[in-house]
């Protein structure tokens, strides 16, 4: 089996419930097309070669992408805000706990959606542990993965987020990793990419993967 996977992230499915951050827009996708991903993944040799998974925490982690990865047989990793916790149009409590208890992984987000970057160290140490616990109340089990808001990295979140005790930190800049690994890119699933962008990511097409790398250079990414 390759051993490594790639990553792929998405936001909201459908449409939102609440009102969006701006930018944030281009990063919802309708159902339809959120389906023929899930599809696609399913087609591969090795579906496990693909790392799914949502960022944000929308009502559409629950109502749209649960119900339709446990009718493929596949798993993902969903990221929570935990500061929009039973708000309209974020996951509920209990939409958290099924969403755990369905076999999906869990993690944090952060509280608030900050820039993990320019954030003082008190508050980056804040965000990771205060989630944390406010996610391991609820799933009643250890929470051991984050995802970094924006895409917005460096060395010292890498190293608060391996002293807050996490063993894995998604971000996104897109490209493959071993499994297991500390470390995982992921690529974010936008409406201006097309069917085909898709299917050709989700099947690791090299070509896709430099035409990617060149929207990033291009593209300043408000949200992740
Ligand atoms: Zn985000």
Known sequence: M????????????????????????????????????????????????????FDDGNASDHDLALPALVERGLTADFFVLTGRIDQPGSLASDQIDALHRAGMGVGSHGMHHLNWREIAPDTLRTELEGSRAALERIC??????????????????????????????????GGSFQRGAFMAPRTNMRADMTEQDYVDLIRGDERFLRKVRRLIGRVRRRFV
């Open 140 to 173: 009643g089990a250890t929470i051991d993965r984050a995802s970094v808001p924006f895409g917005r990295f460096n060395r010292q979140v890498v190293a608060a987020a391996r002293a807050a005790g996490y063993r894995r930190l998604a971000t996104n800049e």
């Open 2 to 53: 390759n051993d490594q996977c790639r990553g792929i992230v998405f936001h909201g499915i459908g449409e939102p419930e609440r009102s969006l951050e701006r930018g944030e827009d281009r990063y919802w996708i309708s159902a339809d097309r959120f389906y023929r991903c899930l599809d696609a993944v399913l087609s591969l040799p090795d579906p496990s070669s693909v790392y799914i998974s």
